[in-house]
Nanobody, 122 residues
Framework: QVQLVESGGGLVQAGESLRLSCATS????????IGWFRQAPGKEREFVAR????????DYAESVRGRFTISRDNAKNTVYLEMNSLKPEDTAVYYC???????????????WGQGTQVTVSS
């Protein structure tokens, strides 16, 4: 069992930065891939970024590549999403998730956090 708690969301202006954190519990955290997804009002949940359990591979949605960076610290059981050059279209609730042998599809992830709101004003 893995529990995830997101933090770091807030209200920022376009062009500013935020760093989201995903704190996890569970002794087997280091075995799980961690993904970040987001969901805007009236839209489906979409993939943002993923980091493999070994931290050797990362993937990003095209819309955030070059602006967002995902990283993990297995010693602290925490995953981070550094978000730079934020745009109004990045506004959404951001969720972190954990799964084994994942792709970018949300169905591959077994455990989910409650989400943190990110709002970017123009």
């Amino acid at each position: 069992q893995v529990q995830l708690v997101e933090s770091g969301g807030g209200l920022v202006q376009a062009g500013e930065s935020l760093r989201l954190s995903c704190a996890t519990s569970g002794r087997t955290f280091s075995r799980y891939d961690i993904g970040w997804f987001r969901q805007a009002p009236g839209k489906e949940r979409e993939f943002v970024a993923r980091i493999k359990w070994s931290a050797t591979n990362t993937d990003y949605a095209e819309s955030v590549r070059g602006r967002f960076t995902i990283s993990r610290d297995n010693a602290k059981n925490t995953v981070y999403l550094e978000m730079n050059s934020l745009k109004p279209e990045d506004t959404a609730v951001y969720y972190c998730s954990a799964g084994l042998f994942t792709t970018t599809h949300p169905h591959d992830y077994t455990f989910w956090g409650q989400g943190t709101q990110v709002t970017v004003s123009s």
